[in-house]
């Protein structure tokens, strides 16, 4: 796959084996991956990276998954964030979801969905950007008065 077309992924968990293992396997099918192992870094790398998708652990010590989602989306709304967990509930799945996860997946994760969910949040992230796109072209045409 095409390097400059290939989705770029930041995992953030802060089970190391964990991540290593997942990220060969998704770059075995061609994403780009980034692994980080805790949310200070993956907000930190959100500062300098540009991803399409973040797929997060909610438990994690010092910032959980969820204090990582929203200030993901709060710095920059258009990275897309699948929330993974190993000791979910529904109440767990209901506030990552509210706090703007586009997916809400339990571990041990099928890795076939996981590349099916990363694909749709992309097409989502990419649907977004283009609207985005759109309306700052319609305000520049409608600012000008030709």
């Known amino acids: ?27 075995t099918r061609g994403l780009k991956v980034i692994a980080v192992t805790s949310g200070e870094e993956a907000l930190a790398m959100t500062d300098d990276q540009n991803f399409d998708v973040a797929v997060v652990d909610i438990a994690m010590p010092g910032i959980n998954g969820i204090e990582t989602l929203k200030q993901i989306k709060e710095k920059r709304p258009d990275i897309e964030v699948i929330m993974l967990t ?12 509210k706090h703007g996860a586009i997916d809400y997946l339990e571990k041990p994760v099928d890795l076939t969905i ?33």
């Open 114 to 146: 996981l590349m099916e969910k990363i694909r749709l949040a992309k097409q989502q992230r990419i649907l977004m950007l283009e609207k985005k796109s759109a309306n700052e072209v319609r305000n520049i045409l409608k600012s000008k008065s030709w």
């Open 86 to 97: 190993g000791q979910g509930t529904i109440q767990s799945g209901i506030e990552a979801m």
């Open 1 to 27: 796959m095409n390097s400059q077309l290939a989705t770029k992924v930041m995992l953030v968990d802060d089970e190391k084996d964990f991540i290593e293992i997942l990220s060969q396997r998704l770059e």
